[in-house]
Nanobody, 121 residues
Framework: QVQLVESGGGLVQTGDSLRLSCAASGRSFGNYAMGWFRQTPGNEREFVAAISRSGTSTVYAGSVKGRFTISRDNAKNTIYLQMNRLKPEDTAVYYC??????????????WGQGTQVTVSS
């Protein structure tokens, strides 16, 4: 069992940067690939980025590639999402998630409660 807690969300302006963190507790964090998803009201959860359990492989949604960077520190049981050049359309609740095996689908086993990111124009 893995418990996930996101932090770092907030209100920023267009073009600003923000770094989200996701702290994991429980056993075997290093066994799980981790992902970031986001969701806006009335819409399905959207894939943002994912990272393999070792951190050597990453995948991104086209809408964030080149602006966002996912990383992890297995010694600290934490993953990060560095978000640069933020746009109003990045406004959403951001969730971190964990599963065995890298995936772009929202079929992750473990989910955090989410952190709100709001980008003003």
């Amino acid at each position: 069992q893995v418990q996930l807690v996101e932090s770092g969300g907030g209100l920023v302006q267009t073009g600003d940067s923000l770094r989200l963190s996701c702290a994991a507790s429980g056993r075997s964090f290093g066994n799980y690939a981790m992902g970031w998803f986001r969701q806006t009201p009335g819409n399905e959860r959207e894939f943002v980025a994912a990272i393999s359990r070792s951190g050597t492989s990453t995948v991104y949604a086209g809408s964030v590639k080149g602006r966002f960077t996912i990383s992890r520190d297995n010694a600290k049981n934490t993953i990060y999402l560095q978000m640069n050049r933020l746009k109003p359309e990045d406004t959403a609740v951001y969730y971190c998630a964990g599963r065995v095996g890298l995936s772009r689908q929202a079929d992750y086993n473990y989910w955090g409660q989410g952190t709100q990111v709001t980008v003003s124009s």
